[in-house]
C-alpha cells in the first residue's frame, strides 16, 4: 500500500511515519508538508534518513497535489493545531481556515481522483464548549474530575466524552474547521464511494515535538522545568487542576492499519482516541513528576481564564477499543520520561519551538 502523509514533517505526522517504517509493515510512504515552520526541516531530514520520500507542498494550492503519484491511502494530520488560532494574534481566522478547512478539501479531492482512502487526524476541541466549561468538578489528588453528585451532560460519563456529546458551536474557530472538515470528508466518502475514517485525538505528545503553552503542553513544561524556565498556572483560579488526557501519536497506526485494511461498512466512521481516563494528568500533577524526576521549580499563578480553556477533556475511547481493538500501548509517564529524555539531549529545543 501507498499511503500519503498530509503534515509529515510535524510532530504527528513524523512520528506516524517513523512508526510505520519501524512496524516493518512495508508500506510505501510518501510525506508532503509545506515546511513553514522553521523545526519542520529537523523532521524532514530524519525522515528521509529513514526512507520515506517527502516532497515539498502547500495544501492550501490544489495545484501543489497534482504531481503526485499515485496513492492509495491519504492520511490528513496537517493543519494548524491550535485552540486559540486566529485569537492569539500569531494566526489570522483566513489562514486558520484555508490551512485546515481548504487544506483538507483539497485533500478529498484528490482521494475522489485517485479512489484513494481518507483518514482524517482530529481533535477532542470539536466538542461544544458551554456543557464542558459549566461542567461541575470537585478536586481530587491536585487535578479535576466531574463531580459524581452533579448530572452529567449527555455524551459525558466518569470514562470521559463520548462520540455522542455535543459539537453544536461554540467550539473555538480552530474547532469549527474540524467540525466542518470532518462533515466534508463524510459526504466526500459517501457521494464518490472511498472509505473515510475520522480520528478525534486527545492531546497528542511525545519526543520531538515543538512545545508552547498554546500547544504541545506536555512537551513545553517538561523542557521548560529542565530549563528553570518561568512557568505558571493560567486561569481556574492559577491552581493548575485542568486535566487532559495523553496519546502518543505512534500508537495511532495499528488503529490506521485496521481502518485502511477494512471493508465493513458496519464499522463506525468517527471515533475517539485519547489515552482515556487512564492517562489524564493535570498540570499540577505533571510539575510533581517533574519536582520527583528532576528538582524543585516554582510554578507562578496567573488567575486570569484563558479564551476556551477548560477544566476536564478527557476522550471516552471505549467504541474504538470496542471496533477496532484499540488500546494505548504507552501509558503519560512513558511519554513524559520519553520526552524527558528527548530534552535532555537537545537543550535548544525551546528555542527551536519558540520560532516554529
Known amino acids: 500500500m501507498r499511503i500519503l502523509i498530509a503534515g509529515a514533517c510535524g510532530f504527528v505526522g513524523s512520528a506516524l511515519a517513523r512508526a510505520w517504517v519501524e512496524s516493518g509493515a512495508g508500506h510505501g510512504l510518501l510525506g508532503i508538508d509545506s515546511l513553514a515552520r522553521p523545526g519542520s ?12 520520500e517527502v516532497r515539498h507542498a502547500d495544501l492550501r494550492f490544489a495545484s501543489d497535489l497534482e504531481e503526485l503519484p499515485e496513492v492509495d ?3 490528513d494530520a496537517a493543519g494548524i493545531p491550535c485552540v486559540l488560532a486566529g485569537v492569539d494574534g500569531r494566526t489570522s481566522s483566513r489562514q486558520l481556515v484555508e490551512h485546515n478547512l481548504l487544506g483538507t478539501v483539497n485533500l478529498l479531492e484528490l482521494c475522489r481522483r485517485r479512489r484513494a482512502a481518507f483518514v482524517l487526524l482530529s481533535t477532542s476541541r470539536v466538542y461544544s464548549i458551554r456543557p464542558l466549561a ?14 459524581p453528585a452533579a448530572p452529567f451532560p449527555e455524551g459525558l460519563s466518569p470514562e470521559g466524552i463520548a462520540e455522542s456529546f455535543s459539537t453544536a458551536p461554540p467550539v473555538s474557530l480552530y474547532g469549527s474547521t474540524k467540525v466542518a472538515s470532518e462533515h466534508l470528508a463524510l459526504e466526500y466518502g459517501d457521494t464518490y464511494g472511498f472509505p473515510v475514517w475520522i480520528d478525534r485525538c486527545g492531546i497528542l505528545a511525545g519526543a520531538g515535538q515543538f ?11 517538561v ?18 487542576y485542568q486535566v487532559r488526557d495523553c496519546l502518543h501519536p505512534a500508537d495511532l497506526v495499528p488503529l490506521i492499519e485496521r481502518q485502511l485494511h477494512s471493508a465493513d461498512a458496519s464499522k463506525p466512521r468517527t471515533v475517539n482516541v485519547g489515552g482515556g481516563r487512564a492517562s489524564a494528568l493535570s498540570l499540577r500533577q505533571m510539575s510533581e513528576w517533574c519536582r520527583g524526576r528532576l528538582f524543585d521549580h516554582e510554578v507562578a499563578a496567573d488567575a486570569r481564564p484563558r479564551p476556551f480553556d477548560l477544566p476536564w477533556v478527557v476522550l471516552d475511547t471505549s467504541l474504538a477499543a470496542e471496533a477496532w481493538g484499540f488500546s494505548p500501548r504507552r501509558g503519560t509517564r512513558e511519554i513524559l520520561d520519553e520526552i524527558l529524555r528527548h ?6 529545543w525551546l528555542e527551536l519551538s519558540e520560532t516554529s
Request: aromatic share 10%; no cysteine; proline share 6%.
Open 223 to 240: 523542557n521548560s522545568w529542565l530549563r528553570r524556565r518561568p512557568l505558571k498556572y493560567v486561569g481556574f483560579g492559577g491552581n493548575g
Open 211 to 221: 512545545g508552547r503553552p498554546d500547544q504541545g503542553i506536555f512537551a513545553f513544561w
Open 73 to 75: 491511502a491519504v492520511v
Open 134 to 147: 459549566g461542567l461541575a468538578t470537585r478536586i481530587r489528588d491536585g487535578a479535576f474530575e466531574p463531580d
Open 41 to 52: 526541516e529537523v523532521n524532514r531530514l530524519a525522515l528521509r534518513a529513514i526512507g520515506v
Open 343 to 348: 530534552a535532555e539531549a537537545h537543550p535548544r
